[in-house]
């Protein structure tokens, strides 16, 4: 089947009593044994549920894997996969990933022996430098945020494995509509399903998906033994967002593209971030590893924090929000929002600057976005 086709299918026809249509939602905590030998296949909602179950299926076909384990959040898919590694293993990740994922790494899991380094991670030759006998997972993530680098997902991979590492995806801003890094090597993939998957800004959760039977085992463990599944009714909300993921992927590129365009074009604008211009300078990898460009974009404002707060205030169809993957259309502020959690110092490592914005781009018409964009910047 194809990709849409699953999307819309998989893990579906769960209820046979009344032939609906859709996946009801099981809100039930508990599952009556018919026998001390036999249950229906579920007995307690923390370790499994049908609706989550359906869920699981469905993402576990999209991202071409053998299982997944869909979870409260973003953040609790990822403390699902810091729990493959002991204290003294080392973990290589990228200087420029998602702030909460900094957070959790640097303090939290650091404080439990793991150590971690973080790398430019655009040129794979830091990967390779930075591995040690110690090193047991590169971690991934791709475009990266919020300037959208692109990490060679299948030179990595044969690093870290030549190195005895596993690699694990955060997949989060491009979905497995436009990338599968399965398909370039891969050991495991999460994502925020929060964002893009769910795609209406109604829900928080995340998901494990892995391709291999040792991690399919150890992650649904951890999942249950530390209480990280997703709610029935976040579940079903999920899997009804994720039917229209490919639809939605497609109308959210229209308007990066345009905007993007726009904005590279604009007296105002120093610097566009976005994989699908042709100047960005991993361009061609994005066209080589991903079947779009996705529609997360970030830019630099001339002016600095001043012209920043200006023009947040003149946009009309533009949310000042974080998260993003939603219908509608945000606008963040890194240096005080999204990545707050890093410090000043790690941020400008990163490349975040006091005039960086990030656009989640939303389904609305190219048109009207750039509209918009074009009034703000002119008054
Ligand atoms: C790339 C990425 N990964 C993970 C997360 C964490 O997801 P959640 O907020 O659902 O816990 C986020 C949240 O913004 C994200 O952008």
Not at 76 to 91: C, E, K, N, R, V
Request: a negative charge; hydrophobic letters at 35%.
């Amino acid at each position: 089947m194809q990709f849409e086709t699953r999307c819309v299918h998989t893990g579906v026809d769960k209820d046979g009593t009344f032939n609906s249509a859709t996946t009801p939602i099981y809100p039930s905590s508990t599952f009556r044994w018919d026998d001390l030998q036999t249950h229906r296949g579920f007995d307690y909602t923390r370790s499994g549920n049908p609706t989550r179950r359906a869920l699981e299926e469905n993402l576990t076909a999209l991202e071409g894997g053998i299982d997944s384990r869909a979870t409260c959040t973003g953040m609790s898919a990822i403390t699902a996969t810091m729990h493959l590694f002991q204290p003294g293993d080392q973990i290589i990740a990228g200087h420029d990933i998602y702030g909460g994922t900094y957070r959790l790494f640097d303090s939290l899991f650091r404080q439990m022996g793991i150590d971690f380094v973080f790398v430019r991670m655009s040129d794979p030759e830091n990967v390779r430098k930075a591995m040690t006998p110690k090193t047991k997972c590169v971690w991934i993530e791709t475009p990266s945020n919020p300037l959208l680098n692109i990490v060679d997902m299948a030179a990595i991979c044969k690093i870290a494995k030549a190195g005895g590492a596993i690699t694990i995806a955060d997949n989060t801003f491009l979905s497995p509509y436009l990338q599968r890094p399965f398909e370039h090597g891969v050991d495991i993939v999460v994502h925020s399903t929060t964002k893009y998957l769910n795609g209406h800004s109604d829900v928080v959760g995340g998901c494990v998906v892995t391709n291999k039977k040792e991690h399919a085992d150890r992650i649904s463990y951890v999942v249950n033994a530390l209480g990280l599944a997703c709610s029935p009714f976040d579940a079903w909300l999920v899997l009804r967002g994720v039917k229209t993921l490919g639809p939605r992927m497609e109308a959210h590129q229209r308007g990066a593209m345009a905007l993007a365009k726009f904005l590279d074009s604009h007296d105002r604008v120093s610097h566009v971030y976005y994989p699908g211009l042709p100047d960005h300078p991993q361009h061609d990898l994005a066209k080589r590893q991903q079947s779009g460009f996705g529609a997360m974009l970030s830019f630099e404002l001339k002016g600095g924090r001043p012209a920043v707060e200006k023009l947040l205030k003149k946009l009309t169809l533009f949310q000042l929000a974080e998260s993003l993957g939603g219908v509608e259309s945000l606008i963040e502020y890194p240096d005080s929002m999204s990545h707050a959690s890093m410090n000043e110092a790690a941020r400008r490592e990163a490349g975040i600057t006091d005039s960086t914005l990030r656009v989640s781009v939303g389904i609305e018409h190219p048109d009207d976005l750039v509209a918009d964009f074009g009034k703000a910047l002119a008054e």
